[in-house]
Structures are given as structure tokens and as C-alpha cells.
């Protein structure tokens, strides 16, 4: 799903909602997350999941092309972890598709 998925989605859910107050609310929404991470903050969506900063240590790589090593310096980047509800939904919704629901194993 795409950013112009979720506004579509959206404004034909909320008939209230013109597509342009969609596409600000997913906009508003999207950039408040953005801008909580860059603070450092962490958030919490009950029922979905969490969106945190991890840190990658610096370390030396490789040039695939010329073999030659190469300095990577540390980075912070975002991370998502589901939560226990999203988790169970999707891999409940999964089975059902591949036909798998109630099978051992599976």
C-alpha cells in the first residue's frame, strides 16, 4: 500500500472527509511520526506496533566492485515492531488465504 493508497482508503471510508482533508490528516500524521523519531522518541500504536530509533555501530565493509575496504560510519535508523495484535491478525489472515486455518504446522 502506498501513501496515496492509504488517502484514498481513507476518504472513501470517511465520506465526510474530502480527499484533500485525507491526504492532510495522512500527511499531518505521517510527519508527526517523523519528527517524534528524529527527537528520539518512541512511539506506541496499541494493537499495531512501536516505531523506534536503533543505532548501527560503525564498521568496515567491503566495495563489492573493487574489493577495497570501506569505513562505514554509525547510522540511526527506524525500526518497527508489531505488536501481538497485528501480529496474530496477519498471520490468522494468512492462513486463511493459503487455506492453511487449522492444519498443524501451519
Given at each position: 500500500?502506498?501513501?496515496?493508497?492509504?488517502?484514498?482508503?481513507?476518504?472513501?471510508?470517511?465520506?465526510?472527509?474530502?480527499?484533500?482533508?485525507?491526504?492532510?490528516?495522512?500527511?499531518?500524521?505521517?510527519?508527526?511520526?517523523?519528527?517524534?523519531?528524529?527527537?528520539?522518541?518512541?512511539?506506541?500504536?496499541?494493537?499495531?506496533?512501536?516505531?523506534?530509533?536503533?543505532?548501527?555501530?560503525?564498521?568496515?565493509?567491503?566495495?563489492?566492485?573493487?574489493?577495497?575496504?570501506?569505513?562505514?560510519?554509525?547510522k540511526r535508523v527506524p525500526h518497527f515492531k508489531p505488536g501481538k495484535?497485528?501480529?496474530?491478525?496477519?498471520?490468522?489472515?494468512?492462513?486463511?488465504?493459503?487455506?492453511?486455518?487449522?492444519?498443524?504446522?501451519?
Amino acid at each position: 500500500m502506498t501513501r496515496s493508497d492509504l488517502v484514498e482508503a481513507l476518504a472513501s471510508r470517511f465520506s465526510q472527509l474530502t480527499h484533500r482533508d485525507a491526504e492532510f490528516a495522512v500527511k499531518a500524521i505521517l510527519d508527526a511520526m517523523g519528527d517524534a523519531l528524529v527527537r528520539g522518541h518512541r512511539i506506541e500504536i496499541r494493537g499495531f506496533g512501536s516505531f523506534s530509533v536503533n543505532r548501527r555501530s560503525p564498521r568496515i565493509g567491503r566495495n563489492p566492485r573493487s574489493g577495497e575496504s570501506v569505513m562505514i560510519p554509525e547510522k540511526r535508523v527506524p525500526h518497527f515492531k508489531p505488536g501481538k495484535a497485528l501480529r496474530e491478525q496477519v498471520d490468522a489472515r494468512t492462513a486463511e488465504m493459503l487455506g492453511r486455518e487449522g492444519k498443524p504446522g501451519g
